[in-house]
């Protein structure tokens, strides 16, 4: 990795001094402020994100998949994310992918030095036979994590589709990455705990990214969830009342309907038949 010149904006030292000092209403307030500006700074970005989307949009219509690959907070933030595609959207296990840098492990416990070995990324995506079709957005608030960029790298001479999520500007990963979104958050309240605006910052980009791609690959009607699994009794509820909103049946007749085909938008699809 070639050493280059760049601010870590996400290191530098906290606007408050005396975190100590400070009473709770006051710790409150202050991480209140700073999480307003949060927004903010992914509104900057939105046209890298949009660049994004519409890629991995354009590779999952070829049949392509989502890899998100980071470690420590920025690992967990993607596995969230990808494994709620599934029960929210309806879609299978292996189409939007998590990867953390640690392996499973990495989930609940940090894993010592997983992130500074660089080889390893590739090695975690080859296990899912990695191709061309698809995308792999790595996510680092420092953009400097030896496995994300690492990673990149190789995807990159492989030629699969490489993007990222980091907030600092001019990071050696963002140079790495075909498809770069940088969401600028500043320092932390707590000087270099990233966990908190950063990785606030990151699960916003991530929402957008796996809901905006979702909803382009026809798995939302209108607002609805249409293919979301029927995994408790609150989503069978909320599904049989998505069917009785779309078309004349009674409650039961509704949740009979849903027993049957298994998903609101079969349901509906067969009833209008």
């Not at 999480?35 to 999952?60: F, G, N, R, Y």
């Not at 791609?213 to 699994?229: A, F």
């Not at 004349?248 to 049957?260: G, H, I, Q, T």
């Amino acid at each position: 990795m070639k050493k280059m010149t760049f601010t870590k904006t996400t290191e530098q030292s906290s606007n408050y001094e005396h975190l100590e000092k400070m009473s709770v209403h006051d710790l409150l307030t202050n991480i209140n402020n700073e999480d307003k500006t949060v927004p903010l700074a992914v509104e900057k970005a939105l046209p890298q994100i949009e660049t994004l989307v519409s890629k991995v949009v354009e590779q999952m219509k070829k049949g392509g998949r989502l890899f998100y690959i980071g470690a420590g907070t920025s690992g967990r933030l993607g596995i969230v994310d990808a494994s709620e595609c599934p029960p929210t959207f309806g879609v299978p296990f292996d189409l939007v992918i998590g990867i953390i840098a640690g392996g499973d492990t990495a989930i609940r416990k940090a894993v010592e030095f997983a992130e500074d070995d660089k080889e390893q990324a590739w090695k975690d995506l080859s296990e899912w036979n990695i191709n061309e079709n698809d995308v792999v957005i790595g996510i680092a608030a420092s953009g400097t994590t030896p496995y994300v960029i690492g990673g990149l790298e190789k995807c990159n001479e492989n030629n699969i589709t490489t993007g990222c999520i980091t907030c600092n500007a001019g990071s050696p990963l963002s140079k790495t990455a075909q498809f770069p979104i940088e969401v600028i958050v500043g320092p932390e309240f707590v000087t270099g705990s990233s966990r908190m605006k950063a990785g606030t910052a990151q699960k916003l980009v991530l929402n957008m990214i796996s809901t905006a791609t979702m909803i382009q690959l026809g798995r939302v009607k209108g607002n609805k969830m249409v293919d979301m699994q029927l995994s408790n009794v609150k989503l069978i509820d909320r599904g049989v009342r998505m069917i009785m909103g779309e078309i004349p049946v009674s409650y039961e007749e509704a949740k009979v309907l849903l027993e049957k085909h298994g998903s609101v938008r079969k349901a509906v699809d067969s009833f209008k038949k």
